[in-house]
């Protein structure tokens, strides 16, 4: 599969606070990639590398296999982007805030800027001054514009900020279909992890300014499987007895027994085991995990928000 | 170039840049009008040409009201892109970032034009309505309407530079209202002339003696062509300075 980004080392400092710290990112063709992270991780900080809007202090960042620091304005032709907060030209509509962009772009044809506002949804609001718009509609403006020179790759930082569930929904929606459609390769940052969960096939977790996970999503999926757990009345003695029985097995803080197992027959095996010596068992109970606790456990326990 | 041109031709819709290259001019004639109407009898006693010393009299006004005007429009061409952090989007779509800066001078310079123009047929009307006798001298007035703008290059590409340096825009205008105050009196002493902000009052077609503390004989300029190399010099100058700000400009 071609890397369609691949950054080594990348590195960004600001007086000696380092808010990037040598991350390794690779995101393939047709990829949906969710770039995710706590407020202040450096998310935002790395896309405006990645777009060549600021300078890293270290490392080299390929896109579509060219350098960027030679070949920006190359490169840029095929990127579509949102950068934060949308910019936007308050005094124009939202109309002609995409016909100065077209301008600049050389993008032919009115039709093109019809078919991005039928496709953010905002026909119907085309005439109105953009500083009247909501967060939202200035959101979808944004994408609109991202979408508007018919990017290979579309880098979104945060694009869902400010909308409704409908609209969450709906630039889901929108995004899901971009790979499939037109071959757009996505990258997509978040701070929630429920918002690319159900469109990204591989996600980056950065905190801290470290990316300390990037894999396909079932990856991450495997680590949110079902646990079993079991309070007894000796726990240490519980732990010895079921690992000779050769299975994996951890203390918990609670003192409590913590299996990585959930076939009914096994569990059935360990508990006979358990109270042939004796053991009070209290508590046999499972312990789904979603990702999103998959998600904090991973930023906390490389020091992340307390 | 073209197309950076068309595209910030349609983010003027609805500011206050345009209406204002229409307004200072008209204000510049209405006070010029004013000025001439009282003075009339009186400047007609001591000299035969009312247009001369019409140019000579509006010359005043247009050296001050110019780099304010100048100052003003480059600030409000760069808030802009400053209000909502365009620069960002502009600096990630695949043109050069110098092209931004050049077509804002472009449109600066095609603003003047304009303001230019409406002084030119203002000059004519106000003469026609007071009824100057002699020919209308159109290549004197053109040059009046004209000059002060070219002597203005420096500060053009200098507010410029200024203002998109620099976010907030409170720092490039009192810097350019400064300028515009000190004119004045830089424009008094000889050495200080050199200074490019006495440029646009230097850039007079005609000017008048001064003879033992009263106004003698109008008179061609003759340091018109030393003045127009200066500040087209001055004016590159700062033009290469505000390339390359832009090119070095990040966008936090």
């Known amino acids: ?48 590398m990645l777009l060549g809007l600021i300078k890293p202090t270290k490392g080299d960042i390929k896109i579509f296999g060219k350098e960027l620091a030679s070949h920006r304005i190359d490169i840029l032709k095929g990127i579509g982007s949102l ?62 514009i991202a979408l508007l020179g018919s990017p290979k790759l579309l880098i979104l930082d945060e694009p869902t900020n400010g909308l409704d569930p409908a609209g969450i929904q709906e630039i889901r929606e929108l995004i899901k279909g971009l790979p499939s459609q037109f071959g757009i390769t996505v990258m997509i940052s978040s701070h929630l992890l429920s918002e690319v969960d159900q469109m990204a096939n591989k996600v980056g977790i ?101 | 170039m073209n197309n950076v041109i068309a595209s910030d031709k349609i983010k003027l819709k609805r500011t206050f840049i345009k209406p204002l290259s229409y307004l200072y001019p008209a204000l510049i004639l209405v006070i010029a009008f004013l000025v001439l109407s009282i003075q009339k009898d009186n400047l007609a006693v001591q000299y035969n040409n009312m247009w001369e010393s019409m140019v000579v009299i509006t010359h005043f006004i247009i050296i001050f009201m110019v780099p304010m005007a100048i100052t003003i429009l480059t600030s409000n061409l760069s808030n802009i892109e400053h209000q909502n952090n365009s620069w960002k ?91 515009a105050v000190c004119m004045f009196f830089l ?24 003879e033992n503390n009263s106004l003698a004989e109008i008179v061609p300029n003759d340091d018109l062509g030393f003045f127009m190399l200066l500040s087209i010099v001055f004016g590159l100058i700062f033009m290469i300075i505000g390339v390359m700000s832009i090119h070095k400009q990040q966008a936090e």
């Open chain 1, 1 to 48: 599969m071609t890397k369609i980004i691949e950054a080594t080392q990348l590195t960004k400092e600001y007086k000696k606070t380092t808010v990037v710290n040598q991350i390794n990112l690779s995101v393939g063709q047709g990829d949906i990639y969710g770039f995710l992270g706590p407020n202040g991780a450096g998310k935002t900080t790395t896309i405006r």
């Open chain 1, 83 to 144: 950068v934060e907060y949308p910019s936007y030209y308050g005094n124009l509509t939202g109309f002609e805030n995409l016909e100065a962009i077209r301008r600049l772009l050389r993008v032919e044809g009115n039709n093109r800027i019809k078919e991005i506002l039928h496709t953010v949804g905002l026909l119907n609001a085309k005439d109105k001054l953009v500083k009247t718009y909501s967060l939202g509609m200035k959101q979808r403006l944004g994408i609109g």
């Open chain 1, 206 to 306: 950065i905190n801290r300014g470290n990316l300390i996970f990037q894999d396909h999503i079932e990856e991450l999926r495997k680590k949110s499987s079902t646990k079993i757990n079991i309070r007894v009345n000796n726990p240490r003695l519980a732990e010895s007895i079921i690992k000779k029985e050769g299975l994996d097995v951890a203390l918990t803080a609670k003192e409590e027994l913590f299996i990585n197992e959930c076939e009914d027959g096994k569990i059935a095996y360990i508990v006979e085991q358990l109270m042939r010596q004796q053991l009070s068992i209290y508590r046999v109970y499972e312990e789904k995990r979603s990702l999103e606790d998959i998600f904090l456990e991973l930023t906390s326990e490389a020091g992340g928000v307390s």
């Open chain 2, 89 to 179: 989007l502009l600096f990630s779509l695949p043109i050069a970032k110098s092209t931004f800066y050049f077509s804002k001078v472009f449109n600066i310079i095609r603003l003047c034009l304009i303001s230019g123009m409406i002084l030119f047929v203002g000059f004519i009307v106000i003469g026609k309505t007071l009824s100057f006798t002699g020919e209308i001298p159109y290549m004197l007035l053109l040059k009046e309407a004209l000059y002060p703008y070219l002597g203005a290059l420096p500060i053009i590409t200098f507010q410029l530079w200024l203002s998109i340096r620099f976010k907030n825009q409170a720092f490039p205008i009192a810097i350019g209202i400064f300028g």
């Open chain 2, 187 to 210: 424009q008094m002493n000889k050495s200080t002339t050199l200074l490019f902000w006495a440029y646009p009052a230097m850039m007079t077609p005609i000017k008048q003696e001064i």
